[in-house]
């Protein structure tokens, strides 16, 4: 007999939300500091998130504010929208900005009766929060090339595609938090109705990003759908190969939940790309799993069905085949610091922004130093998957002053910082996040240090070694595929992650369990040191522990 299997609560809640609206308009104004749960599950998709500090937790009491996280396909902004997210972050947030690992920004601390304000000055700027998170497709990264070349403008034309037809179409948003103002929905306006998605948008989160051949910086096999555009040696677009079905998220507790990198599905020309992307976001919006929301990602979908049956069965749907996935360049991971030129003979900085906080403390002041260059240069921005920030279009004659303004602001070119430092990655966990276990960014910049001073002792200092750390296992700063990660797992103890690869195409292997915080560097130390012994010419630290294989623990206490 069939069994039948009972939806996800999630599922009822968006089937009778009338497009997401469900009761945030009267709880907007009940006068309490916060929403009912069902109505926070909603909020999700208007891109905010209802959170309370909790360094300040007494008991049941808790101090609300909400995190509101902006759509804003591969970061790309211009200097007066840079100034009014600098505005916003002062006079309705916490007077920090926060650059995510997908190219977008983060308000943390902005209290329920800032938050109508907040969204339409964001909506007044011609971007949208609606989106950024909840069960439809999220922010569509790419690699941040500021137009070293042409290419950047073409993928950029069709993230920004993908980005707005797939942008929940509800007015929901209008209705809720504007108050009758226009809604900003996309660059251009599509359908009116939930003509895609439908009541219940998709089973789960979906992401998808757009690489350049040869630049990991996005992650690509972790995306949902990890796109590379392909070009011929003069630079004109030959088409895109995709890759599908990877994502991060897991439970410590629960094994059937685990991180997958995406499979090679196979390779399209620009014509077909819009349709063959909707067309994959279809097939898991009706086949990805509704009744249980720890499996309801794309990965497991396809890890279930397996890569030939998902392309039967987007074939049949598209009434075509893909062609076979092309042969790409090796990948790396790019983070695109410093100085260089753009095809145009402007010149672009990418700067350092430590775990993505632009804030002032002591003599660090790189809240009001960027304030001040967008004032007074105006630069194009870009936000980066690795969580800096680059400045674009700056003529010649500028770059002094530019240095100048980060000189007297006390932000450091990037190349003062060593590579362990550049290439470290953590996620916000506390006091933030209410699925944290352990800290993570307030102590990353202690551990990364610690790890630095090692690897400048065992002279590893030119090598790219990248340490990632995340405050639960869900993996948001992307640990899985660092060289080595921290992953929260209890009270101030981590799993510790190894070798995974910045090409983007391996996984790294968990190594230890509950390690203290005290300990995870000297967990990690020995690997290094025998990495620097024994690894050959030009392999990576993630290369050589994945051809030896990793030390087994010398006894089981070692193991916990
Ligand atoms: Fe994430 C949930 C922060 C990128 C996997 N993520 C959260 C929440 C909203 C916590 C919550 O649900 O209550 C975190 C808010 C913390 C705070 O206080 O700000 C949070 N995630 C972040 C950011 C800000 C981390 C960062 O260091 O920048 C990133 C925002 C991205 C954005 O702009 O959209 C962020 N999250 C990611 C990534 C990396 C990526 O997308 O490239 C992943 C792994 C890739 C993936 O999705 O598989 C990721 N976040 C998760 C998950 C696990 C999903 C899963 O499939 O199991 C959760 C929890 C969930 O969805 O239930 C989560
Ligand atoms: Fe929160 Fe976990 Fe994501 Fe860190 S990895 S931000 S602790 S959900």
Not at 194 to 214: D, M, Q, S, V
Not at 338 to 346: F, M
Request: net charge negative.
């Amino acid at each position: 007999m069939h069994k039948k299997v009972k939806p996800a609560k999630e599922e009822l809640l968006k089937a009778a939300s009338n497009d997401l609206r469900g009761s945030l308009v009267e709880e907007l104004t009940n006068g309490t500091p916060s929403f009912t749960k069902d109505s926070y599950q909603l909020l999700k998709f208007h891109g905010l998130y209802q959170q309370d500090d909790r360094d300040k937790r007494q008991g049941k009491n808790k101090e609300y504010s909400f995190m509101i996280r902006c759509r804003i396909p591969g970061g790309k902004i211009n200097a007066e929208q840079y100034l009014a997210h600098d505005r916003l972050a002062d006079t309705h947030a916490n007077g920090k900005l926060r650059i995510t690992t997908r190219q977008t920004f983060q308000f943390h601390g902005v209290i329920k009766e800032n938050i109508s304000e907040t969204l339409s000055q964001i909506n007044d700027l011609m971007l949208t929060t609606m989106g950024a998170c909840g069960d439809v497709v999220r922010n569509v990264m790419y690699s941040p090339i500021p137009d070293i070349s042409s290419k950047q403008e073409i993928i950029r034309k069709y993230a920004n595609e993908i980005s707005d037809k797939l942008l929940p179409q509800t007015k929901a948003f209008h209705d809720v938090w504007l108050d009758g103002e226009k809604v900003y929905s996309g660059e251009k306006e599509y359908a009116s109705v939930e003509n895609f998605y439908g009541p219940t948008y998709l089973p789960r989160k979906f992401k998808i990003g757009i690489a350049e051949a040869g630049d990991n910086s996005i992650d690509l096999y972790t995306q949902d759908i990890g796109i590379v555009a392909l070009f011929d040696d003069s630079n004109q677009l030959e088409g895109f190969n995709l890759i599908a079905g990877g994502g991060l998220g897991m439970n410590h507790k629960k094994s059937d939940t685990f991180p997958r990198l995406g499979d090679h599905l196979g390779f399209v020309t620009e014509d077909k790309l819009y349709q063959t992307v909707e067309t994959i976001v279809a097939i898991q919006r009706d086949n990805g799993d509704r009744t249980n929301r720890k499996q309801a990602r794309m990965k497991y979908l396809i890890d279930n069905w397996g890569i030939e049956k998902f392309r039967d069965e987007l074939e049949e749907r598209l009434g075509f085949k893909l062609e076979p996935f092309r042969d790409m360049p090796e990948f790396e991971l790019k983070l695109y610091h410093g100085w260089h030129r753009q095809q145009d003979g402007r010149w672009f900085i990418g700067l350092f922004i430590e775990n993505g906080r632009i804030k002032n403390e002591g003599e660090l002041r790189i809240k009001d130093g960027l304030k001040e260059i967008a004032t007074t240069i105006k630069p194009g921005i870009q936000l980066t998957p690795h969580q800096d920030i680059i400045l674009t279009d700056i003529k010649e004659e500028d770059r002094e002053a530019v240095e100048n303004i980060l000189k007297e602001n006390g932000i450091p070119l990037p190349d003062t910082y060593s590579n362990a430092v550049r290439f470290a990655m953590a996620c916000p966990a506390m006091p933030t996040c209410g699925l944290a276990i352990t800290e993570s960014e307030r102590v990353m910049p202690q551990i990364i240090r610690e790890i630095e001073h090692e690897i400048a002792k065992i002279g590893l200092q030119d090598k790219t070694i990248t340490v990632r750390m995340t405050g639960c296992p869900n993996g948001c700063a992307r640990p899985y595929v660092a060289d080595i990660a921290f992953v929260g797992q209890s009270l101030e103890k981590y799993s510790v992650y190894v070798a995974g690869a910045s090409s983007g195409d391996h996984l790294s292997t968990r190594y230890r369990d509950l390690v203290p915080f005290s300990e995870l560097t000297n967990t990690v130390r020995p690997l290094l040191e025998q990495y620097k012994n024994e690894h050959t010419n030009g392999e990576t630290f993630g290369d050589f522990w994945r051809r030896t294989g990793l030390p087994q623990p010398a006894t089981q206490a070692d193991a916990k």
